[in-house]
């Protein structure tokens, strides 16, 4: 039984019977009303807010309904006491045993407790990383790909039919300069000296082995060559080299996607038009000119009527060029084309994760894609913030390699890709984060991914000391100690916690369930040590070290169950 679920249908049939009798409206949605733990364990076990959610279109004020709920709630077989709180919270105490009864079923599922079906198997895809082939892929990088990697393992946690995907940006004038550069390099790889790197192009290290491998394949045939005799080749090259390089450190990083998309392909085979044609079609194009950007001087200003999208129209704060002066499609063009590309592939939803860089771009791809589609939720777009990287409290020195910047190898080099995983998902993705080496391969309470580690390898170490007894049978009612009681409602919570995180997007929450897990396991462990009355084994009380061994077994499940989530590893000893 999970606790969540049983009040939730208790409460909808205490309500259906108020219906029934005339003592409450009909047809109320009762979609927001959920029971929740408090933020004050002193306020009860349970929360409700059907009071507050239902009682405007009830026609009721809060606490009279609050007052009309509570009795029947009260009857309910366990719950010990009924309080409202405030203009109508209601709070409940229940006995023990209604928590203790779900780690049967956390033991009898094993790693796939809380595993659900909310998505009902529908198609999503998840567009994350997409980093420009002109270089390896940066620390800011890490954050979005561990963002959008953990969205979609959440999603698929809970039955989304997910497509991990990566859309490469292998058109436009930033992969000609990655062309150009990777010339000098192959020139020098032949004994050319190529001097200092020309500005405006691209100076990392990075690109040697590139030109030892174009010199490799071929040969002196482009030394004295014309650009336009090998551009297209070495850039067909070069973008090679450095996606074969990027997916590496993906594969490091522990991420594997379902597809890489390329907006030359897109562009090659007609899909820019035939998004535009679309478009056209249903009336969202049109020749016009735009106003001055705000803050240009008119001088600045050459209005010229160019190819539009009717943006604005669907939110965006003004409308978006289509095609550049020379005839050439612009980036958003680009990008139109392929959303609609994901659109018929998938059928949607889309999320794409985002530099903060990119914020601009969120408003015209939401039109683009409502346009597209016809509905308004069918893009969600998350924006990663910054990454501070330092050690000791101070910033740490660019990479050579990369020439302006640390690389997501180096970080993982550094610490290891399951500690870059769980940190970059400690803070909301709208919030900046400091990443500390030194904080982050501490060994402490401090260190977020050890302390969720350990607690788990604790876990284990008390399972392996008594042959995982665990497995048997216990009478579950032998628990009831505050310190296990709050081990217990963070266990059960876990189901409905997935399934909340999921539906908004948003896994970090699972990262802060974990850390709160271990924190009340912890605390559960401490004061075992402090109090030998609440050890897990307890050679003069053989029911109760069943019931706590069991206890330890499900809270080693769930928290392997999360961090699988999140694809990083549960270690079972540290």
């Known amino acids: 039984m999970n606790i969540f679920r049983f009040f939730d249908e208790e409460l909808q049939q205490i309500i259906q019977d108020l219906q029934t009798a005339g003592d409450l409206a009909a047809g109320l949605d009762t979609s927001r009303v959920v029971f929740e733990l408090p933020r004050d364990v002193a306020h009860g076990d349970l929360a409700c807010n059907a009071a507050m959610v239902l009682a405007k279109p009830a026609g009721m004020k809060p606490r009279d309904l609050a007052d009309a709920l509570a009795a029947p709630l009260g009857k309910i077989d366990g719950v010990t006491a009924v309080e409202i709180a405030g203009p109508g919270f209601i709070n409940l105490r229940v006995e023990p045993r209604l928590w203790a009864s779900e780690i049967d079923a956390i033991i009898e599922a094993g790693t796939d407790y809380g595993r659900n079906d909310s998505g009902g198997g529908k198609p999503t895809n998840v567009e994350y990383v997409s980093a420009n082939p ?97 551009l297209t080749a070495v850039r067909s090259f070069t973008i090679d080299a450095m996606m074969a390089g990027i997916r590496d450190d993906l594969e490091r990083l522990g991420i594997s996607m379902d597809r890489f998309s390329s907006e030359r392909g897109l562009v090659d085979n007609g899909a820019v038009q035939a998004a535009i044609d ?66 018929d592939r998938t059928g949607g939803p889309l999320i794409n994760i985002f530099g ?53 190898r180096d970080v993982i080099e550094s610490v290891g890709a399951d500690v870059i995983r769980f940190i970059m998902l400690t803070r909301r993705s709208e919030q900046t984060i400091d990443f500390d080496f030194a904080k982050v391969t501490e060994q402490s309470r401090d260190n977020p991914v050890f302390y969720v580690q350990y607690a788990h390898a604790r876990a284990c170490s008390v399972l392996r000391q008594t042959g995982d007894h665990a497995q048997n ?79 330890v077994k499900a809270t080693a499940l769930v928290i392997r169950s999360g961090l699988g989530v999140l694809a990083i590893t549960a270690r079972e000893e540290m």
């Open 134 to 230: 002109t270089g390896p892929l940066h620390a800011a990088h890490a954050r979005g790909a561990v963002l959008g990697d953990a969205m979609a393992g959440l999603l698929d946690f809970c039955g989304w039919n997910v497509t991990r995907e990566y859309y490469i940006n292998d058109a436009g004038a930033q992969v000609d300069v990655l062309a150009r550069s990777a010339y000098l390099r192959y020139r020098e790889a032949l004994g050319h000296d190529i001097g200092e790197i020309p500005s405006g192009l691209y100076p990392g290290d990075y690109l040697i082995d590139v030109g030892k491998a174009l010199a490799a394949e071929f040969g002196d045939r482009f030394v004295d060559a014309e650009e336009s005799e090998w």
């Open 473 to 551: 049978k216990a009478a579950l009612d032998q628990l009831g100690d505050p310190a296990e009681m709050a081990v217990l409602r963070q266990l059960a919570s876990w189901p409905k916690l997935v399934v909340s995180a999921a539906n908004a997007h948003e896994p970090h929450r699972v990262a802060f369930y974990l850390m709160d897990l271990a924190a009340a396991f912890h605390a559960l462990w401490t004061a075992g040590r402090e109090n030998p009355e609440l050890r897990f084994i307890r050679e003069d009380a053989p029911a109760l070290t069943a019931a706590r061994l069991r206890l």
């Open 278 to 343: 679309r478009l056209t079609g249903e009336g969202h194009v049109y020749r016009g000119i735009l106003e001055p950007p705000k803050g240009k001087e008119p001088e600045d200003w050459e209005p010229r009527e160019q190819l539009l999208f009717r943006a604005s129209a669907f939110g965006d704060d003004t409308d978006r060029p289509l095609q550049k002066s020379d005839g050439s499609w612009t980036y958003f063009a680009s990008d139109v084309a392929y959303h609609m590309d994901k659109l």
């Open 356 to 408: 903060v860089d990119h914020g601009g771009y969120v408003k015209r791809m939401n039109a683009a894609v409502e346009a597209l589609s016809g509905s308004k939720n069918m893009l969600d777009i998350r924006l990663c913030q910054l990454v501070n990287l330092m050690d000791q409290g101070k910033p740490v020195k660019m990479s050579k390699r990369a020439g302006t910047f640390i690389t997501v």
